[in-house]
């Protein structure tokens, strides 16, 4: 009642009407409870694989209670390889555990919460069941220790995209993480293996994702690919400029061939301010940067390429009023405010992602003929 007599207050001084509010507050609801709302990366598995519990973790950026206030409606839980796991060829090791703790901490443990998703039309399968879809990615492509065997393995327990690389340049694809780091050896983007690779996922019905990766990869892999690309936790370098983030011209080269860049919540890479501040003396973005985010690539590249890649439990910092998977809801008022229209948000929040995944099955489905 507070929250709505202040809100009441502000409109008020703005000179705009009471019944305004609760058209927004309305609007809302109907949206957290129709939508589709896909979160192509989340990291929580990298704390359930040592005990998290997902049914309460206050401690994290996500929980059950947590997802189910926020409207999400299906997640990319991230197997996350980190890099240290080059060192003594121990990758494959560590995605197995992190594949393991998706099923067996998550997936198996509350399945009256959770349902496993294997494709689009899974995604929409749980929603009618009002579960929440569980989908897996692997983040780092040195997972796969330069093997399409290995590739082909994760593809059958379940991982539907991967992330070429992480921070690290790997055996056929180079990083955005070390490309001005000396020592590391590099390829000028994708190597013969990193397009053969490439050409295997599209096989499989495996999205390729370019989160990460070095500007000349992202090129080489869209010349690459016959299937869309997703970049599954990504923002722009216009706003922000880091070298993880997309140019301009990345975005709008994805767009054209039906890919979808989910727009990432750490404040590094969507505010300059947070980007630029001492370690010391860190800075935290809002709200308002992750729509600015949203709205730059709406104004360069559509509607139809915008996504949700939140980064949650994977970064250290997240935004003011978006502080975990809760707080979808004050997202949607934040776009409703600045014009976008109850289809348009369903479009970014699901259904792009759900267009890209059916092309991404039905190239592979033209493939295995």
Known sequence: MKKHYAAVLVLSALGLPAAGLDKIDAEVKAITKSAILIDTHNDIPSFTVDGADIGNAPKNHTDIPRLKAGGVGAIFFSVYVSS???????????????????YTDILHRYPKDFSLALTAADIERAHRQHKIAGLLGIEGGHAIEDSPRLLRDYYRMGVRYMTLTHTNTNGWADSSGDINKPGVEHHNGLTPLGKDIIHEMNRLGMMV?????????????????????????????????????????????????????????????????????????????????VVAHIDHVRQIAGIDA????????????????????????????????????????????????????????????????
């Open 84 to 102: 240290k796991y080059v060192d003594g060829n121990h990758s494959a090791n560590r995605a197995l555990q992190m594949i393991d703790t998706v």
């Open 306 to 369: 915008i996504g949700i890649g939140t980064d949650f439990d994977g970064i250290e910092c997240a935004p003011i009023g978006l502080d975990d998977v809760s707080k979808f809801p004050n997202l949607t008022r934040a776009l409703l405010e600045k014009g976008y229209s109850p289809a348009d948000i369903k479009k970014i929040y699901g259904g792009n992602t759900l267009r890209l995944m059916r092309q991404v099955e039905k190239v592979a489905a033209g493939l295995q003929h």
């Open 209 to 289: 994702d370019i989160s990460h990766v070095a500007d000349k990869t992202f090129y080489d892999a869209l010349e690459t690919s016959q299937a869309p690309l997703i970049a599954s936790h990504s923002a722009c370098r216009a706003i922000t400029n880091v070298p993880r983030n997309m140019t301009d011209d990345m975005i709008k080269a994805l767009a054209q061939k039906g890919g979808v860049i989910q727009v990432n919540f750490y404040c590094n890479f969507i505010s300059q301010k947070s980007a630029d501040a001492p370690k010391d003396a860190p800075v935290r973005a809002t709200l308002a940067d």
